[in-house]
């Protein structure tokens, strides 16, 4: 899903690329293999595909910073892959229901969602899930609550596509990225013509003055 953020109409098959990532990384994708990727494999795909990403590992330290500039991430149209340490918290923030009755079963396992959006009135954020869960047709809402219960153990940012990465130490919070162009300036064709009228009657007095000054010498 990251894959198709970046680039739209490279991926034709995100299930069938999702198997070739956990076979390359992992193993053969079977059911009975219960094993996940890790986020050094997930950076190391994004960099093989030439996917911009920002690794938000230094704000994991300081939650209400990371949900700050998530969202402000959001609000500037950048995603994030954001990994749960144990899915058993997620729920369903309209239905309330558990999200995967899966979660208990496999010892409450990590899971990673594509957060795209949130609700800035209903103090939920909108996920996205991953191609094995074709149920999910449209965006879950899960509380942000949720994600602290359940502890929070990676987020990376994911440059849509045509968007460079931003460089070390950008905020989202305190800047635009892309960064806008300084707007040309527009000729103002009346001004102009103003300017110079006013230009020539001044120099027209200026002419009248000296005409005058020499015809008292």
């Known amino acids: 899903m990251a894959g198709q953020i970046a680039y739209p109409t490279r991926y034709a098959n ?11 990384y ?5 059911s009975s293999d219960t094993r996940g990727t890790t986020k050094e494999q997930a950076l190391e795909w994004l ?25 402000a991430q959001n609000r500037q149209n950048v995603p994030q892959l954001i990994t749960i340490g144990d899915e058993s918290f997620l729920h369903d923030a309209k239905s309330g229901h558990t999200l995967h009755n899966w979660a208990d079963a496999l010892n ?4 990673t969602m594509l957060r ?7 103090g939920y954020g909108l996920y996205e899930e991953p191609a094995a869960a074709p149920n999910f047709s449209q965006p879950v809402a899960i509380p942000w609550q949720n ?7 990676g987020c990376i940012a994911i440059m849509p596509h045509g968007v460079p990465t931003p460089p070390s130490g950008f905020s989202f919070q305190h ?7 300084k707007p040309k300036p ?28 020499k015809t008292e010498v």
């Open 175 to 181: 800047g635009t990225w892309p960064i806008p162009p």
């Open 108 to 111: 409450h396992g990590a899971h």
């Open 186 to 213: 527009v000729f103002d064709a009346l001004k102009a013509e103003s300017t110079l009228a006013a230009a020539m009657a001044a120099l027209a007095s200026l002419q009248h003055d000296l005409d005058v000054l």
């Open 26 to 30: 992992v193993g053969p994708d079977v």
């Open 116 to 122: 795209v959006g949130y609700s800035d009135v209903m």
């Open 147 to 153: 994600f602290l219960e359940g502890h929070i153990v």
């Open 47 to 71: 960099h093989s595909q030439n996917i911009g990403y920002v690794d938000m590992e230094p704000l994991l330290g300081n939650l209400d910073e990371l949900h700050a500039e998530i969202q």
């Open 14 to 24: 995100p299930t069938q690329l999702m198997s070739q990532i956990y076979t390359q």
